[in-house]
Nanobody, 113 residues
Framework: QVQLVESGGGLVPAGGSLRLSCAAS????????MRWYRQAPGEQREMVAR?????ITNVADSVKGRFTISGNISHIDLQMNNLKPEDTAVYYC?????????WGQGTQVTVSP
């Protein structure tokens, strides 16, 4: 099993920055990739960024140039700059390990106009 704990959400004005962190514990050797997802009210959950065990990173087109994922397979951060109201969502840390998804509890990010 893998346990995930997120931190760093909050309320920020448009144009501001936040940094989210996710700490993983448990069977770390089984983790293939760590990802950040977000879900806005009434919307489907979407992947924002990911990092593989080998350190390969990707970010979604909607946040490219504003969001950066960093860290390693046991701890990842999501640096979010130039935040927009449409970035408002619950952000979830995800680990793909032992052929299934593991989820954190989520952290709320709210961007005011």
């Amino acid at each position: 099993q893998v346990q995930l704990v997120e931190s760093g959400g909050g309320l920020v004005p448009a144009g501001g920055s936040l940094r989210l962190s996710c700490a993983a514990s448990g069977r770390l050797f089984s983790i293939y990739a760590m990802r950040w997802y977000r879900q806005a009210p009434g919307e489907q959950r979407e992947m924002v960024a990911r990092m593989t065990r080998d350190g390969i990173t990707n970010v979604a087109d909607s946040v490219k140039g504003r969001f950066t994922i960093s860290g390693n397979i046991s701890h990842i951060d999501l640096q979010m700059n130039n935040l927009k109201p449409e970035d408002t969502a619950v952000y979830y840390c995800n680990a793909f390990a032992t052929a299934r998804d593991h989820w954190g509890q989520g952290t709320q990010v709210t961007v005011s106009p």
